[in-house]
């Protein structure tokens, strides 16, 4: 049977995520695992931070603090975004704190040089004779051999912008102790990508069916394919297995080609976790699996092409990526917040003042699915007001802050010569009513969450054009009635939301009276007439609660 495989790109441990990254990747991803759990599928959510490279090495020492720690605190601290915004994985591990991942890296590297796609080159690098190691470009400075500046970077410029070959700097110092380096003759591994692409990585890539974006984004990415260096001169990283370091010393895996083998240790772990350490070859090698990569546009050469040739390239009947649902990028609004210089949003008052489901839901409404898009907060109190408050909550609201007035708090009986017109109005006559679900399916977000509230009008349209409130003095048995189609209709609104909204969705399908998870309920699909009610008239409601209160402001 099918079953579904789902990684989110990992985050680097280097620093805050933002709504950039949870609308292009985390959020969607979230939202793709809960509805293929409600549709009954076999589904697998694997994510974890990126903790390897030079990056986290520079600003580690910085600060003073030992590796291992600083990718730790950023780790939870990633960790508790996702949480405050209910976005969760079945494992979120780390490729530094994860027990397999080692081992399961070295693995590539040795299957891969064994399968002759490893060449060894031979490179001219900066060395510091002081600190007695090679150094990365961002490890070096001196003056620009184009424009004079005297403060260019090992890997650009500040003032002309040209692109720096650090062999080339005049006056070249190492950033750690000042001193000048020289120059000395390193090997390093390749990862032969041209020949991995001929022998059969670019016939997989023009057969495969890939989102229309995701084509156009890799068409012309296969003309020119260079070797790619897996290998580094570094103190933080994966070793190179010993028995294979041909006397190098000090070569670690680079941060590019260890990092999405995370996600096949990260599933190694769990697995181990759960006491089936062999449980994971299912999930890896099993042809039914569907591989779906959530990303960034700007992960999707490496995703189709560089991860698939390693994994093809270990011969280990390792799965290729089945879809590969990448984003535009999410631009946030100029001002309000900050990508390269931290956080610039106060995330504690934030989320004080902004419901976390309600964001998430904006966020879904303006996902960069098919261009870039931004996140606006006047929009988004706009989203929240008139979507969630006026549609959803005021569905929900209305109908059950009635009964428990005026219907003792309990499902009014529907009269049996009522059934076919209630049912003919609200599945016939009171708008179009669509499978959020299938959208999911497809990738389109944005649609699905328009379609869940365009669900919800339905309802409302169904309230006005009963009244129940007017009825209930003339003839209140149709408006027991139709007040019990309206609880009907609520009970599929909980469930349709259960994705988007997983927290209000539940306190939803509580305040129906209902019992268990809501997540747990099968999708629902499209009611058919005739076939639709399952609640029982008598049955006691919840407490009803507003379930999106109106906010103000946008500052
Ligand atoms: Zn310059
Ligand atoms: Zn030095």
Same mark, same amino acid.
């Given at each position: 049977?099918t079953?579904?495989?789902v990684?989110?790109?990992?985050?680097y441990?280097?620093?805050?995520?933002?709504?950039?990254?949870?609308?292009?990747?985390y !959020?969607?991803?979230d939202?793709?695992v809960?509805?293929?759990?409600m549709m009954?599928?076999?589904v697998?959510?694997? #994510?974890?931070?990126?903790?390897?490279?030079?990056a986290?090495?520079?600003k580690?020492d @910085?600060e003073g *603090?030992p590796?291992p720690?600083?990718?730790?605190? =950023?780790?939870?601290?990633?960790?508790?975004?996702f949480?405050?915004?209910?976005?969760?994985f079945?494992?979120?591990?780390g490729?530094s704190r994860?027990?397999q991942?080692?081992?399961t890296a070295q693995?590539?590297f040795?299957?891969l040089g064994?399968?002759?796609?490893?060449?060894?080159?031979?490179?001219?690098?900066?060395?510091?004779?002081t600190?007695?190691?090679?150094?990365a470009?961002?490890?070096?400075?001196?003056?620009?051999?184009?424009?004079?500046c005297?403060?260019?970077?090992?890997?650009?410029?500040?003032? #002309?912008g040209?692109w720096?070959?650090?062999?080339?700097l005049i006056a070249?110092?190492?950033?750690?102790?000042g001193?000048t380096?020289?120059?000395?003759?390193?090997?390093?591994w390749?990862?032969?990508?041209p020949k991995?692409?001929d022998?059969?990585?670019g016939a997989?890539?023009?057969?495969h069916?890939?989102?229309?974006?995701?084509?156009?984004?890799? @068409?012309n990415? !296969?003309k020119d394919?260079?070797?790619?260096s897996?290998t580094?001169?570094l103190?933080?990283?994966?070793p190179?297995?010993?028995d +294979?370091?041909?006397?190098?010393?000090?070569k670690?895996l680079?941060?590019w080609?260890d990092?999405?083998i995370?996600?096949?240790?990260?599933t190694?772990? +769990?697995?181990?976790?759960?006491?089936?350490?062999?449980?994971?070859?299912?999930w =890896?090698q099993d042809?039914?699996?569907?591989?779906?990569?959530?990303?960034?546009? /700007?992960?999707?050469?490496?995703?189709?092409?560089v991860f698939?040739?390693?994994?093809?390239?270990t %011969?280990q009947?390792y799965?290729?990526?089945?879809q590969?649902?990448a984003?535009?990028?999410y631009n946030?609004e100029?001002?309000?917040?900050s990508?390269s210089?931290?956080?610039t !949003?106060?995330l504690d008052? $934030?989320f004080?003042?902004?419901?976390?489901?309600?964001v998430?839901?904006?966020?879904?409404?303006?996902l960069?699915?098919?261009?870039d898009?931004?996140?606006?907060?006047?929009?988004m109190?706009?989203t929240?007001?008139?979507?969630?408050a006026?549609?959803?909550?005021?569905?929900?609201t209305?109908?059950l802050?009635?009964?428990?007035?005026?219907?003792?708090?309990?499902?009014?009986?529907?009269?049996?010569?009522?059934?076919?017109?209630m049912d003919h109005?609200?599945?016939g /006559?009171?708008?179009?009513i669509?499978?959020p679900g299938?959208h999911v399916r497809?990738?389109? $977000?944005? %649609?699905?969450a328009? *379609? !869940?509230l365009?669900n919800?009008?339905?309802?409302n349209v169904?309230?006005?054009r *009963?009244?129940?409130?007017a009825?209930?003095?003339?003839?209140p048995e149709?408006?027991?009635?139709?007040?019990n189609?309206?609880?009907?209709?609520?009970?599929?609104?909980? @469930?349709?939301?259960a994705?988007?909204?997983?927290?209000?969705?539940?306190?939803?399908w509580?305040?129906?009276g209902?019992?268990? @998870?809501?997540?747990?309920e099968?999708?629902?699909?499209i009611?058919q007439?005739?076939?639709?009610?399952?609640?029982?008239?008598?049955?006691r409601?919840?407490?009803p609660?507003?379930?999106f209160?109106r906010?103000?402001g946008g500052?």
């Amino acid at each position: 049977m099918t079953r579904y495989l789902v990684t989110s790109a990992l985050p680097y441990a280097n620093g805050p995520i933002h709504f950039g990254h949870v609308a292009g990747v985390y !959020l969607p991803a979230d939202v793709y695992v809960r509805t293929l759990r409600m549709m009954g599928e076999e589904v697998l959510s694997i #994510c974890g931070t990126d903790e390897y490279g030079v990056a986290i090495t520079l600003k580690a020492d @910085q600060e003073g *603090t030992p590796y291992p720690e600083y990718v730790k605190r =950023w780790n939870h601290e990633i960790h508790s975004f996702f949480d405050r915004l209910h976005i969760e994985f079945d494992t979120f591990s780390g490729t530094s704190r994860c027990p397999q991942h080692e081992g399961t890296a070295q693995d590539f590297f040795r299957h891969l040089g064994a399968n002759g796609y490893l060449d060894k080159q031979e490179t001219t690098q900066l060395y510091c004779e002081t600190d007695e190691m090679f150094l990365a470009d961002r490890y070096v400075g001196g003056t620009c051999y184009v424009c004079g500046c005297e403060k260019a970077r090992g890997d650009e410029c500040p003032d #002309c912008g040209t692109w720096i070959d650090p062999l080339r700097l005049i006056a070249p110092v190492c950033k750690q102790c000042g001193n000048t380096p020289v120059h000395r003759t390193t090997r390093h591994w390749y990862l032969n990508l041209p020949k991995l692409r001929d022998e059969h990585i670019g016939a997989w890539i023009n057969d495969h069916e890939w989102k229309p974006n995701v084509r156009a984004f890799i @068409q012309n990415l !296969l003309k020119d394919v260079p070797s790619r260096s897996v290998t580094r001169d570094l103190k933080w990283g994966v070793p190179v297995p010993e028995d +294979l370091a041909e006397g190098e010393e000090g070569k670690r895996l680079y941060v590019w080609f260890d990092a999405p083998i995370g996600y096949i240790s990260f599933t190694k772990e +769990l697995m181990a976790q759960r006491g089936t350490p062999d449980e994971w070859q299912r999930w =890896w090698q099993d042809p039914e699996t569907r591989l779906v990569h959530f990303l960034g546009k /700007d992960n999707i050469p490496f995703h189709c092409l560089v991860f698939p040739s390693m994994l093809w390239g270990t %011969q280990q009947n390792y799965i290729l990526p089945w879809q590969v649902p990448a984003n535009e990028f999410y631009n946030l609004e100029a001002g309000k917040f900050s990508t390269s210089e931290g956080r610039t !949003l106060d995330l504690d008052a $934030f989320f004080a003042k902004y419901d976390p489901e309600a964001v998430r839901f904006y966020i879904l409404t303006t996902l960069p699915e098919t261009s870039d898009s931004t996140f606006s907060l006047e929009q988004m109190v706009l989203t929240i007001n008139s979507g969630l408050a006026g549609n959803l909550g005021n569905l929900a609201t209305r109908v059950l802050k009635f009964l428990a007035k005026n219907f003792d708090g309990v499902i009014p009986p529907i009269a049996p010569e009522h059934l076919d017109e209630m049912d003919h109005l609200m599945l016939g /006559d009171c708008g179009e009513i669509g499978d959020p679900g299938i959208h999911v399916r497809e990738f389109r $977000f944005r %649609q699905a969450a328009a *379609t !869940l509230l365009a669900n919800s009008s339905v309802g409302n349209v169904f309230m006005q054009r *009963t009244e129940p409130w007017a009825l209930r003095k003339t003839d209140p048995e149709r408006a027991a009635s139709a007040l019990n189609t309206l609880c009907e209709w609520i009970r599929w609104v909980a @469930q349709w939301m259960a994705p988007f909204l997983p927290q209000k969705a539940q306190e939803l399908w509580e305040m129906l009276g209902c019992q268990g @998870q809501v997540a747990q309920e099968p999708w629902p699909g499209i009611p058919q007439k005739g076939a639709w009610r399952r609640l029982e008239a008598g049955a006691r409601l919840g407490t009803p609660e507003a379930l999106f209160p109106r906010v103000e402001g946008g500052e």
